[in-house]
């Protein structure tokens, strides 16, 4: 997957090989998700995957490139030549193995900016990942408590396509919703209900967050919530600025006197993995660029009374699409 992106980004860099363990990268580079010690090499603008008996079968059917039985990192180091390149993730344990000379590894971000912009492949299997994620939440059980509520929806999701959850999928309800990464706790449901979850197809992430209502105080911050949510995909584009967008929606909720309960940035970019770069933060003047995928999430936590999250993914471009759109912002549910 635009491999020539990359080595032309390594070339730029000055870059001659690189070293590649980071499991989203590979399947990136690859097409094949390694389960257990993988690696992949690129040297003289070609790479190689290495993996081991377990994942052998399964590599040779998926990868998109040349694929090879695994060796001690000790015995690449000759494939390793020049300016070697390594991902700023990788263990630092592993270095020494690369090379006799520490000064020529040099850490380097030319797949996760080449992840940044989406193919028309990867955004077809986000699509698929917000479909499977969308039908599962139809069928949630809040009846019961929010650990099984998380539950179901993750079971659900599971049976109608999903690799595994994107993320632990978070069901906090009441005064709980007011903490915006809460986990389930055995508490029976009450609203308002912050559901936030999303699923993986062939390893790409959805991300979705709906909270539930159903009292007037409860509706007068959920519709300043959406008010956000509006007025920052107003203006989301290529060229502007992620701060930009943090700011269309912080000022909505400033405006409503709600300034300081907003307590996280606006969105995030995802992929392979829930997080990716761009942030869509206050202190974040990188520019969104066309093909990007988003999350649009405002939200307001009042301490000890209530929270209220909307997310939706989008897709950025000249005119840019919620792709989350079929899913209603309001869904009923039964306690």
């Given at each position: ?13 000055n870059f001659d090989s690189m070293f590649v363990f980071k499991p989203e990268n590979i399947k990136y580079i690859s097409d094949f998700y390694p389960t257990s010690?993988?690696y992949l090499v690129i040297a003289n603008d070609e790479p190689i995957l290495y993996v081991n008996s377990i994942d052998k079968q399964d590599a040779e059917a ?71 994620a969308s039908k599962s939440i139809y069928e949630i059980d809040f009846t019961k408590s929010e650990k099984y509520a998380a539950a179901t929806l993750e079971f ?180």
């Open positions: 997957m635009n491999n020539e992106k990359i080595i032309d980004k390594l070339t730029e860099e010690f993988a998926q990868s998109k490139i040349e694929t090879c039985d695994i060796k001690k990192l000790s015995e690449i180091k000759d494939l390793l030549v020049g300016n070697i390149a390594v991902e700023g993730s990788v263990d630092f344990e592993y270095l020494k193995y690369l090379t006799n000379d520490i000064s020529k590894l040099k850490m380097s971000d030319a797949i996760e900016k080449a992840r940044m912009i989406k193919t028309s492949d990867e955004i077809d299997k986000i699509r698929k990942s917000i479909e499977i659900n999701m599971n049976i109608n396509g999903s690799n595994n959850p994107a993320f632990d999928t978070i069901v906090a309800s009441a005064v709980r919703s007011s903490s915006p990464h809460s986990v389930p706790t055995d508490n029976k449901v009450e609203t308002p209900i912050v559901v936030d979850w999303g699923a993986r197809y062939d390893h790409y992430c959805s991300d979705i967050t709906r909270t539930f209502i159903d009292t007037e105080r409860q509706e007068e911050i959920w519709d300043i919530v959406l008010e956000a949510q509006k007025a920052a995909y107003d203006v989301v584009a290529p060229g502007v600025k992620c701060s930009d967008v943090d700011k269309a929606a912080r000022d909505v909720i400033a405006d409503y006197g709600y300034g300081d309960y907003f307590i996280h940035s606006t969105g995030h970019s995802f992929g392979l993995d829930i997080h990716e770069s761009p942030n869509i933060s206050f202190n974040n003047d990188s520019l969104l660029e066309e093909n990007m995928v988003i999350t649009i999430e405002p939200g307001i936590y009042i301490p000890g009374e209530l929270g209220v999250r909307i997310e939706d993914d989008v897709l950025v471009s000249n005119n840019p699409e919620v792709l989350t759109r079929k899913l209603p912002k309001k869904l009923d549910f039964v306690i």
